[in-house]
């Protein structure tokens, strides 16, 4: 039913899910992650023996094409028709697949009855209005991160989704990478205590920027650099990170203050290239976040802080602080025995090691490379997303929606918006009353 490459990725997180199912306790852990219930074994077989979905994609630049690699090898979907408003992009992506029909307005394409779902893979700032058009239109509709441009958009796109009944996805991946769904379950039953606080940062070394034929492109083909259609780090990269912190923490942050900056890449573009923010929950909280894109010795890291330990979720490991104490006590010995100190300092904070390569890296997945060591998953090829668009294709076929999905993606994006926000006007941000769903705690 599904080939070799899949069935060892996807069979891995949905066996994981149906085990659970069967396990004592495991049906309270598996309400942790609730959007998963329907991506079980049996569910995905079911609707294999229903039929294929027929997908249309809108949008086939970078990520567009990404995705008809993945659909390509998920055995329940069918690409139908593609379409795009560049007629380069849109010829790759009829290369890849050769009979799908091709447009170039995306209301055409969505008048096409034969297509049951819908993925967007367009710049930020079309997100809202192409995902109402396809929503109306009676389209199941998986549009990539983040949810809009602005707030209002944000809230228009999901009062339409709450009085459509058609299958909303975000492509929130995280939500559907195994070591991250183990990780939340993990910090959920009290692996590293109470948590305390969280540091998130995301930095690389690249000006974003994209080679341009000619000057009359530089704004579709560039788009990231330019406000009208992008909100810069915070949506680009940030959304991912905050929607894991909101998600481990179940609760919304509500307020934010921070700089923003173009530090280094100043060529015209519009956003920011260094951004630097505290989100503070109501109970004092916080969620340090940092990104830049001029260096990139720190990489990517999500650091959920606990009394008892830090999980890193995106390298896949957790440290526990008794491991550190191991080493501290270990080290006073060496110490003492070295005449170091002349009496056992208890007190004193001297000998306590607070170095971070002191603790012992646990990994998350056992069988993941690089997490035993520490070492970063930036750019592992199982990051979930070929999982939640095999779980889109699914929906697509059985109508049944994955919960908090589109809930996670709005809280993520107003949360990056608020962020630029603060930047912007240089002054503390609160969660705007109109912006709260019912979906979000405090
Ligand atoms: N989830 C992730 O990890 C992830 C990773 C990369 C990109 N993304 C997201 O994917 C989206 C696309 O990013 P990208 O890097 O592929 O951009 P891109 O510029 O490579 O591709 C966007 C494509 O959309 C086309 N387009 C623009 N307006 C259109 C319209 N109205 N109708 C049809 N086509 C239109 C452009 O011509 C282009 O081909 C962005 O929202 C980005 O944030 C998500």
Known sequence: MTNNRNESIDMGLRNFIKTLGCMTGGTALLATTPWLTSCTPEKLEEA?????????????????????????????????????????????AAKLVPGARLYKDHRKLLEDKDIDGVIIATPLGTHAALTI????????????????????????VYDKYRDSDRVLFYCMQRMYDEKYVKAFQMIRTGLIGDIVGM??????NADWRREVPSPELERLINWRLYRENSAGLMTE???????????????????????????YWKDGREVYDTVSLTYQFGDGRN??????????????????LGKAGTVDLSKGVYYLEEDDLVFGVRQLLTQVRDGVFAAVPTAGPSWRPELRDKYVPHAILKQASGAATGQN????????????????????????????????????????????????EKRVVSLPEEYIIPYMKF
């Open 48 to 92: 294999a023996r229903e039929r294929r979905a027929r997908i249309g994609v809108i949008g086939t630049g970078s990520r567009g094409q990404y995705h008809i690699h993945n659909l390509l090898k998920i055995q329940i979907a069918e690409i139908v028709a593609l379409c795009d408003i560049y007629q380069p992009n849109l010829d790759a």
């Open 133 to 156: 058009d396809s929503l109306e239109a009676g389209k199941h509709t998986f549009c990539e991160k983040a949810m809009a441009l602005t707030m209002d958009q944000c809230k228009a």
């Open 199 to 204: 540091r998130c940062h995301w930095f690389r």
């Open 237 to 263: 990269l940030g959304s991912h990170q905050l929607e894991v912190c909101t998600l481990v923490a179940d609760k919304m942050p509500t307020r934010v203050a921070g700089f923003g900056d173009i530090v």
């Open 287 to 304: 969620i340090v976040y940092e990104s830049l894109i001029s260096n990139k010795f720190n990489g990517m890291e999500e650091q959920i």
């Open 377 to 424: 998953m930036i750019g592992e090829q199982n990051d979930g997303s070929d999982i939640i668009l095999e779980a889109f294709c699914q929906s697509c076929i059985t109508g049944e929606r994955a919960r908090n999905v589109v809930e996670e993606c709005y809280s993520a994006t107003i949360l990056c918006l608020m962020g630029n926000q603060a930047m912007d």
